[in-house]
């Protein structure tokens, strides 16, 4: 298997069919990918789906997405804010600064 990821950031792609009773709810729905990692024991990538009909993201492997051949923009789904965060070193825990 390739360890290029095989679909782009903002591609539009549809959930099509998985093993997985968890990704039932979202079958045949459409979403964009907003985040990828590749998973290195699994030897498979995992995609960050943001489901149009559901509003919220969804972790989902490769070979459950379909392509659409459409894509959005980055500006569809993030508005430019940021906030700033200071993690303690020691236990990791992150906390906002204002």
Not at 2 to 26: H, M, P, Q
Not at 50 to 75: A, D, I, N, Y
């Amino acid at each position: 298997m390739s360890t290029s990821a095989g679909f782009d950031f903002y591609e539009i792609v549809r959930i099509g069919k998985s093993n997985s009773a968890e990704l039932s709810e979202i079958v045949g729905q459409e979403g964009a990918v907003l985040g990828r990692s590749y998973d290195e024991i699994e030897k498979q990538w995992w995609y960050a789906i943001f489901v149009m009909k559901h509003q919220e993201c969804w972790h989902v492997p490769e070979q459950s997405l379909e392509r659409t051949g459409r894509f959005s923009k980055r500006e569809e789904f993030y508005d430019g804010s940021s906030i700033r965060v200071s993690v303690d070193p020691e236990t990791g825990e992150g906390r906002i600064v204002d």
